[in-house]
């Protein structure tokens, strides 16, 4: 018995908006208590380097999320997975060219005076951004096969939503 009876479509959206409230939700509850605890130079710090891992995100993620909801929204069921492995393919490629660049850019990145940082800590939080492509490409394709619950299951963590 089902105490709040929804049809799928509405449980779908109920599902993804939840999942975008909690990820966003998370950067707004954590970013005033960081403000708080954290010395102005430091939160600058803090900033700046979120910047660079936001630019670096947009740049290695090149979108291909938005590719597969236009190219497989729009072929027929029987090219849909052909274009979304393709996809997912490159993105794969991508990360694997990325890993290397990254390993170069950081110890280039901390002789920054205005940085102040380590490489180790450069390489910690942008090596994940890597694999930005491989996880937004998984989780778009999830929504286009209405897989709501995995979706929400999965919670895409976006550790550089401060911007939002």
């Given amino acids: 018995m089902h105490i709040w009876p929804l049809s799928?479509?509405?449980?779908?959206?109920?599902?993804y908006g939840t999942s975008i409230v909690l990820m966003k939700g998370v950067?707004?509850?954590?970013?005033?208590y960081i403000a708080t605890h954290l010395?102005?130079?430091?939160l600058g710090r803090l900033e700046t380097l979120t910047t660079i891992a936001?630019?670096?995100?947009?740049i290695?993620?090149?979108s291909l999320h938005e590719a597969l909801y236009r190219f497989s929204g729009t072929a027929k069921k029987i090219q849909q997975h052909q274009i979304t492995a393709d996809i997912f393919i490159i993105s794969i490629i991508i990360a694997a060219i990325a890993l290397p660049i990254i390993w170069i850019i950081c110890p280039l990145l901390s002789q920054l005076n205005q940085l102040q940082t380590s490489s180790l800590e450069l390489k910690l939080l942008l090596l994940p951004l890597a694999f930005e492509a491989i996880v937004m490409v998984v989780l778009s394709a999830l929504r286009m096969q209405e897989k709501a619950r995995l979706f929400f299951i999965s919670?895409?963590?976006e550790p550089y939503s401060m911007h939002c």
């Fill in 54 to 58: 936001v630019i670096i995100s947009i």
């Fill in 60 to 62: 290695f993620g090149l």
């Fill in 8 to 15: 799928t479509p509405l449980k779908n959206i109920v599902l």
């Fill in 39 to 42: 010395p102005q130079s430091e």
């Fill in 27 to 32: 950067s707004l509850i954590i970013l005033p």
């Fill in 155 to 157: 919670l895409p963590a």
